[in-house]
């Protein structure tokens, strides 16, 4: 064990986040972990967050960045609904997110996928990678579980889609990158938005699908040694 570490060094950090739109609305979901390191410093977080009734934000990178972002996007669009007397459109949300990510991208190491439903254009989806660029994609994924899910979606993903189809990828997507990315664990949280409303859903990491040599959840060590390996599932 290395006693002589440097608590000052940058801290490695991973998540996975995801935004699909479908045929009515999107839906954004994400892991739990906040990492730091190797320590698990939370596994039951919450990466999803409301922006305005009909706008919500997917965070990775620093937690400490994108709550804050989170927190002036907030403020700005409820001054904005006022002035106008009606809910801000997602492009207005995306780009505020923008807007604060590109001014003072030398200080802020956060991603954002920023997605929602409006009455003018519908369900969108708005990636703001590192360096505050914003572009608008039918799908985006972010955090360091996304290097896994690139072919994944490549091959998954198609227009058109309805609401079931859309979740069951979000949640085999973020499944598949914990299973490979050992900087996402934990739950799996969806949102999906449409022109009814927000409906949040929770799938415990018990309930998930297990990947390749991945075992099943145990309540002691005993447990894990009696246990057969798990059949690998077919995508």
Known sequence: ????????????????????????????GADSRTSTGVYVANRASDKITQLTD??????????????????????FLHQHTIQLGQPATVKAAANLVRLLAYNNKNMLQTGMIVGGWDKYEGGKIYGVPLGGTLIEQPFAIGGSGSSYLYGFFDQ???EGMSKEEAEELVVKA???????????????????????GVTRNFYPGDKLPLWHEELEGQNSLLDILNAASPEPMNI
């Open 54 to 75: 009909n706008v919500y934000v997917c965070r990775s990178g620093s937690a400490a960045d994108s709550q804050v972002v989170s927190d002036y996007v907030r403020y």
């Open 156 to 158: 998954a993903w198609k």
């Open 174 to 196: 973020v499944s598949l990158a914990i299973a490979r990315d050992g900087a996402s664990g934990g739950v799996v949280r969806t949102v999906i938005i449409n022109s009814e």
């Open 1 to 28: 064990m290395d006693l002589n570490m440097n608590l000052d060094s940058p801290h490695s950090m991973g998540t996975t986040i995801i935004g699909v739109t479908y045929n009515g609305g999107v839906v954004l």
